[in-house]
C-alpha cells in the first residue's frame, strides 16, 4: 500500500522569504499523480500544485514549485515570496493510476504553516 | 473545475443520535468520496459512492455506522450514526476526476462536534 509521509508538523517563514515542505512517499508504482493541498482556517482544500510521475520537468505554479525526485521519492514544496495568505495546513497527496478506483487520495500529516510579518 | 455544496457547515449534537451531511456537486460525478478529519490530524478516507451501487468502505469504516446514498450523478449523503464525542470531526465530501483534470474538489467541510 502507498504511504505519504510529512515530517514537518509545522515551519514558520517570514513574509518575503522562501520556505521549503518536505514529502516522502512510499510506492511500487510508476505512473501517479502528486499533490499540494492548502487548507487554511476556512477548512476549505485548495489544490496548490500537481505533478505527473512520468514528467521529469517540476511543476510549477507563480510562486509555487517542486522538487520532484521519483528515484528518492521525495516530493518537497517551495513557496517563494511568502506571503501572510499562505499561513495554512499543507497536505502532500498521492493518487495510484493503476488500479480502478483512481481518484481515491493518500494524504500525508500535514504540515502547519506559520508567516511572520 | 466543480463547486461542491457541503451542509450543514457545522453541528453540535448529542451523544447517541444521528446526523446526515449533504453533498450537492454542479455538474455529473462518477464517484464521490467522504473522509474524515479527526482534530488536528490528516485526512482519512471512509468511503467511496458510486451511483447506482453500495458505497465502498475502507479497513475501518463501516456501513452501520456510516451510512452512504447516492441517489444520482450531482448528490450523496454521508449519516454518522450513533454518534459518540469520538466521532467529532471535520467531514468532507470530494469529487474528482472532472473533464480529464486530476485533481480532487473538495466541499467546504462539516465539523461536527459531539457532546
Known amino acids: 500500500a502507498q504511504t505519504v509521509t510529512q515530517s514537518q508538523p509545522e515551519m514558520s517563514v517570514q513574509e518575503a522569504e522562501t520556505v521549503t515542505l518536505s514529502c516522502t512517499y512510499d510506492t511500487s508504482e510508476s505512473d501517479y499523480y502528486l499533490f499540494w493541498y492548502k487548507q487554511p482556517p476556512s477548512r476549505q482544500m485548495i489544490l496548490v500544485i500537481r505533478?505527473?510521475?512520468?514528467?521529469?520537468q517540476n511543476a510549477t505554479e507563480n510562486r509555487f514549485s517542486v522538487n520532484f525526485q521519483k528515484a528518492a521519492k521525495s516530493f518537497s514544496l517551495k513557496i517563494s515570496d511568502s506571503q501572510l495568505g499562505d499561513a495554512a495546513m499543507y497536505f502532500c497527496a498521492y493518487r495510484t493510476l493503476e488500479s480502478y478506483n483512481t481518484d481515491k487520495l493518500i494524504f500525508g500529516t500535514g504540515t502547519r504553516l506559520q508567516v511572520f510579518p | 473545475s466543480a463547486v461542491i455544496s457541503q451542509k450543514p457547515s457545522r453541528d453540535i449534537c448529542q451523544r447517541g443520535t444521528s446526523l446526515t451531511i449533504q453533498c450537492q456537486v454542479d455538474?455529473?460525478?462518477?464517484?464521490m468520496f467522504w473522509y474524515r478529519q479527526q482534530p488536528g490530524q490528516s485526512l482519512t478516507l471512509i468511503a467511496t459512492?458510486?451511483?447506482?451501487?453500495?458505497?465502498?468502505?475502507e479497513s475501518g469504516f463501516v456501513i452501520d455506522k456510516f451510512p452512504i446514498s447516492r441517489p444520482n450523478l450531482t448528490f450523496s449523503t454521508l449519516t454518522v450514526s450513533n454518534m459518540s464525542p469520538e466521532d467529532s470531526s471535520i467531514y468532507l465530501c470530494?469529487?474528482?476526476?472532472?473533464?480529464?483534470?486530476?485533481?480532487?474538489?473538495f466541499g467546504q467541510g462539516t465539523r461536527l462536534t459531539v457532546v
Open positions: 470530494s469529487v474528482g476526476d472532472l473533464q480529464g483534470l486530476s485533481e480532487a474538489f
Open positions: 455538474s455529473q460525478v462518477t464517484m
Open positions: 505533478q505527473e510521475a512520468y514528467k521529469q
Open positions: 459512492a458510486n451511483q447506482g451501487s453500495e458505497a465502498t468502505y
